[in-house]
């Protein structure tokens, strides 16, 4: 008999034992799978507060009023509370992004270390929400909306610097152009082609690579004939492209020298 309640004792106790772990664990798993919920449900409401405000974005970027798109009032955001949710805070981080141009293989026709950049025609937006439980960082491209221009003076060129009122031979003078909006601000990475003004005029008319720069040479020159200096007046003319149509504007002239 006392050897059979020894044995019921440790039977207690080792059912006790294990019943007790048993618990144990499953208030662990309990614990760690509400930890694991919180932190699911933070980082899928985190979610939506970043989708919600980068949507807010594209749609302030193709918006226009006062006289501004607001694709050019994009700048970075402090942190600060959600207003529908204020335990998380929003922040964001707005920077240029530079891309090759959409013509790329093309463009590889040309020598590659002078592709054709759009610099001003991308914004890296970065949403960065934060709460209690963690941190979340969503990032997109927001885009330049379509713009609209005026019926005239769409295009704007002037010469870089001061004007000179001659070129002696083979003297240059630099020329920038610019695509205005309908609000007069610049259109980016706008497309320009150059031309000699009058067309027929021997000059040498050199576009930089970007298309928005271009020098005036007086200098006329066809493979190995020997160079030419006619002298007289010219000017340039350039054509800005946008939307499929192009602009006209002409340039300031400068007299040109003979030797």
Known sequence: MKIRAALSLIEVVVASFLMISCLVVFGSLLLTSTRYTHLHQGSSQALEIAERHLEELRRLARSAESGRYGFDQLVSQAPKPDPYQPAFTVGTVIAVWSTLSPSDSLEQVHDT????????SLKRVEVVVTWSGGRYELVGLVGDPRRELPGSG???VSPIGPLPTSLRADETVDFQARLLDRYGQPVPDAFF?????????PVQVLPAREGRRCTLRNRMQLGSEPANY?????????????GGLGHLEYGPEVNLEKP
């Open 154 to 156: 769409a295009v704007e």
């Open 113 to 120: 270390s002078t592709r054709r950049l759009l610099a001003s």
């Open 193 to 201: 082609v150059w031309n000699p003004s009058p067309l027929a005029v």
């Open 230 to 242: 006619p002298g007289g007046q010219a000017g340039v003319i350039v054509e800005g492209y946008y």
